[in-house]
């Protein structure tokens, strides 16, 4: 099993509609959550933190189930520019061994 | 400007040829990475550094890979004897700590092309 996993995608949708973004881990001890934005040929960026009783960030929002070792990314009222690739991250532990990343999710949003 | 700076920001080079990358972090970072992604992936973790200690290496890195960071500040990465298979964005990051809380800086990166 992949340390990380992620819906393959392509997600393609309409400027307006809400989209959701699973991921998976396989360490029960990885302390720390991520979802990062790669926009082509760029860098990642964070987007943002996961915390355990989920977060909110204008139309994203974030949530973590520990137990089942799931973490998702909803985005609401999907815009243009929200056009990129979602990582999916983890980190081992706290004590602080690397991030590892998923492949990605691509998303496309048309107009 | 006090984002991760990397260099040089393309890299073509013959196969067999030695190549060196550089990372200059955040200036109040301590903990510097380095991954490898290639198309259609996500980054690769290859190694990383607290201050001057290389704390882990990925079963990525092989022996024809070395990364210092002798300082504790700036680090270079560098591949002996280049292959194909080692075409790929080298992208570094810092954090302030264990990037528990607000993950890591990513620089632009260092995309080579070996022919």
């Known amino acids: 099993r992949k340390e990380v996993e992620q819906d393959p995608g392509p997600f393609n949708v309409p400027e307006g509609a809400t989209v959701a973004f699973n991921c998976t881990y396989s360490?029960?001890?990885?302390?720390?959550f991520f979802w990062y934005r790669q926009d082509c040929r760029k860098e990642p960026k964070l987007l943002m933190s996961?915390?355990?009783s989920g977060n909110e960030d204008g139309r994203f929002t974030a949530q973590l189930n520990r137990a089942s070792q799931y973490i998702s990314l909803l985005i609401r009222d999907s815009k243009l520019s929200d056009s990129a690739t979602y990582l999916c991250?983890?980190?081992?532990?706290?004590?602080?061994?690397?991030?590892?990343f998923g492949k990605g999710t691509t998303l496309s949003v048309s107009s | 400007d006090t984002g991760v700076s990397q260099d040089p920001r393309h890299k073509i080079t013959k196969r067999g040829q030695n190549v060196t990358f550089r990372c200059d972090p955040i200036?109040?970072?301590?903990?510097l990475y380095w991954y490898r992604q290639t198309l259609g992936q996500g980054p690769e973790f290859l190694t990383y550094?607290?201050?001057?200690?290389?704390?882990?290496k990925s079963r990525l890195l092989s022996d024809r890979f070395s990364a210092e960071r002798p300082k504790g500040s700036f680090s270079t990465l560098e591949i002996q004897r280049t292959e194909q298979g080692d075409s790929a964005m080298y992208l570094c990051?810092?954090?302030?700590?264990?990037?528990?809380?607000?993950?890591?800086?990513f620089g632009s990166g260092t995309r080579l092309t070996v022919v």
């Open positions: 990051a810092s954090s302030l700590g264990a990037g528990g809380v607000y993950g890591y800086t």
């Open positions: 360490n029960s001890a990885s302390q720390s």
């Open positions: 996961v915390y355990s």
């Open positions: 991250v983890v980190n081992k532990d706290q004590a602080g061994t690397a991030l590892i």
């Open positions: 200036s109040e970072h301590n903990r």
């Open positions: 550094f607290q201050n001057e200690a290389q704390l882990e």
